[in-house]
């Protein structure tokens, strides 16, 4: 059973195109994020959630946008895509982002999203 | 703002031990992260440590911290083929525990084992 997935896992578009990013997980976690890894394997965090909560927004464009309609899910909207956009876009999740240390519970990340913008 | 250094680039034989460097310019950060990302996956959380702390040891890791300096090494013991990856440095600061913190990430250091 896959813990945590993400489709599509390779996403082909036109600038100025809306796409969207679904996550699932199935670990009952409480807590899902998204990440930006770059060509150069810059990795960036971009969201997370808690309890339907968005508790770190990095200083990422407002095209982006994350949207959790549930506990379970955490999806990745991306309006008037840039060139820039290309990247591979990562899902995790932990059990809980408050229960001590920030970050310190396991993260179970998703086999990543790789989005190619023309 | 917040910036974080690595080294891009390490090359150990097998067997040997392997030190990965980072500095960090928050004087305010408060957990330091060591994750792995191997090819082709996400990343795996390593290990942490507090910014109170000096060294923290766990099996074939050993984090050290030197909070006057600002620099975090990892140091991989024994070091095997399987440890070949890209190796990560986080630092999270202003946390307040209400849900406002900053979590920033180094470029990352490719760790290569030679056999």
């Known amino acids: 059973d896959t813990a945590v997935s993400q489709t599509p896992k390779y996403l082909v578009t036109q600038m100025g195109n809306d796409k969207s990013i679904k996550c699932e997980q199935n670990l009952g976690h409480d807590t899902m994020y998204w990440y930006k890894q770059d060509s150069k394997k810059f990795l960036k965090i971009m969201f997370s959630?808690?309890?339907?909560?968005?508790?770190i927004n990095e200083t990422v464009p407002n095209r982006f946008s994350p949207k959790s309609p549930d506990k379970a899910h955490l999806n990745l909207h991306i309006n008037s895509l840039e060139l820039g956009d290309s990247a591979v876009y990562f899902c995790?999740?932990?059990?809980?982002?408050?229960?001590?240390?920030?970050?310190?519970?396991?993260?179970?990340f998703g086999p990543g999203t790789r989005l190619t913008v023309l | 703002g917040e910036d974080v250094e690595q080294s891009l680039f390490l090359s150990v034989r097998e067997g040997d031990s392997s030190v990965i460097n980072c500095t960090y310019t928050?004087?305010?950060?408060?957990?330091l992260y060591w994750y792995k990302q191997e090819p082709g996956a996400g990343l795996q959380l390593l290990t942490y440590?507090?910014?109170?702390?000096d060294m923290k040891q766990d099996q074939r890791l050993t984090v050290l911290l030197n909070k006057k300096d600002k620099h975090l090494s990892l140091r991989i013991a024994d070091t095997q083929t399987g440890d070949s990856a890209i190796y990560f440095c986080?630092?999270?600061?202003?946390?307040?525990?209400?849900?406002?913190?900053?979590?920033?990430f180094g470029k990352g250091t490719k760790l290569s084992v030679i056999p």
């Open positions: 959630y808690n309890n339907k909560e968005l508790i």
């Open positions: 440590i507090f910014s109170n702390m």
């Open positions: 986080a630092e999270i600061s202003s946390y307040s525990g209400a849900g406002s913190y900053q979590l920033t």
């Open positions: 928050d004087s305010s950060s408060t957990y």
């Open positions: 995790a999740s932990s059990q809980d982002l408050t229960s001590g240390s920030p970050f310190t519970d396991t993260q179970y």
